[in-house]
């Protein structure tokens, strides 16, 4: 997974998406005591002042909020699903057993 520090530019990628295509903000918190070895911060990439936070695939997140658009429906970018997820600190210390997303 990959991600944007800058909350516009990920409104920004949001309007690339079809119209009738639902939007999510999903918005990963770390542990504040210890590093994430698996995720690279890059402030360089092919969309300037992107500042992408890169996950390694399969990382572990915990689903801490989920707050449905008002509208219903998230096709409004200015009014997605909104997610929260924690990163787990360390993949190699995350359960095995756990759930992929259904998409993988």
Not at 23 to 50: M, Q, S
Request: proline share 10%.
């Amino acid at each position: 997974m990959s991600t944007c520090a800058v909350g516009a530019k990920a409104y920004d990628f949001m309007g690339y998406q079809p119209d009738e295509q639902p939007k999510a903000e999903w918005t990963i918190t770390f542990d504040k005591t210890r590093r994430c070895p698996h995720v690279n911060y890059l402030d360089r990439t092919e969309v300037p002042g992107e500042e992408e936070f890169l996950f390694s695939a399969y990382s572990a997140f915990k689903v801490v909020d989920f707050r449905p658009p008002a509208s219903g429906d998230g096709r409004d970018r200015n009014d997605p699903f909104r997610i929260t997820l924690e990163a787990h600190y360390d993949n190699s210390m995350a359960p095995e057993n756990v759930p992929s997303a259904p998409w993988h």
